[in-house]
């Protein structure tokens, strides 16, 4: 099984600064057709999870641009921007290349 | 708007057995896979079934396999997960979810406890 390890952020961040967290496969998640198999989901408390990222990269519909994917084949990073009160919540990391479908453990995210 | 409605949770002894079940709308049901994930209370996520468009092909876990069964009904836009002997580790939420997991239901509450 592919496993997905997430990093914590030094929390609280103070609103208006970036954050960035980092997750890491133990198999690069690059398939044959060029595309990285990585997506991100925000979960905020009492809801269920959203989807931010997929392909690594790709903006989910509706998604603010202050939300940015990169990485390689197996380190990635999902950047916050100037984050905002309604960015609170745990952000989880998936690979979607092969089953079984693997997510981290999440990383929480809090706003001073 | 798409929406995901999961119904049919709730209390069940160990050993017994239920079926979820999960309505869409807002998009054409048969030509996306559907998905179940579940998270236990205060844990993360956990993919719990996949099936593709025609529910020729399904998909699980380890730790649900040969115990849980997901299927579909096109013409009903629903997606339905029987969950057969019930451990206490199954107690969770379970979302459903479409495609590449773009959209989620707001989840139901399995709770397996004698």
């Known amino acids: 099984d592919i496993v997905m390890t997430q990093g914590a952020l030094p929390n609280p961040v103070p609103s208006g600064e970036s954050a960035s967290i980092t997750c890491q496969s133990s198999?690069?998640?690059?398939?044959?057709?060029?595309?990285?198999?990585l997506n991100w989901y925000l979960q905020r408390p009492g809801q269920s999870p959203q989807l931010l990222i997929y392909w690594m990269s790709t903006r989910a519909s509706g998604v603010s641009d202050r939300f940015s994917g990169s990485g390689s084949g197996t380190d990635f990073t999902l950047k916050i921007s100037s984050v905002e009160a309604e960015d609170v919540g745990v952000y989880y990391c998936q690979q979607f290349l092969e089953y079984p479908l693997t997510f981290g453990s999440g990383t929480k995210l809090e706003i001073k | 708007e798409v929406q995901l409605v999961e119904t049919g949770g709730g209390l069940v002894q160990p050993g017994r057995s239920l079926k979820l079940s999960c309505v869409a709308s807002g998009f054409t049901f048969s030509s996306y896979w559907m998905y179940w994930i579940r998270q236990a209370p205060g844990k993360g996520l956990e993919w719990v079934s996949s099936?593709?468009?025609?529910?020729?092909?399904?998909y699980y876990p380890d730790s649900v396999k040969g115990r849980f069964t997901i299927s579909r009904d096109n013409a009903e836009n629903t997606v339905y997960l029987q969950m057969n002997s019930l451990r206490s580790e199954d107690t969770a939420t379970y979302y459903c979810?479409?495609?590449?997991?773009?959209?989620w239901g707001q989840g139901v509450m399995v709770t397996v406890s004698s």
């Open positions: 979810a479409r495609g590449t997991m773009i959209n």
């Open positions: 099936i593709n468009t025609d529910g020729g092909s399904t």
């Open positions: 198999k690069s998640l690059l398939h044959s057709n060029g595309k990285t198999y």
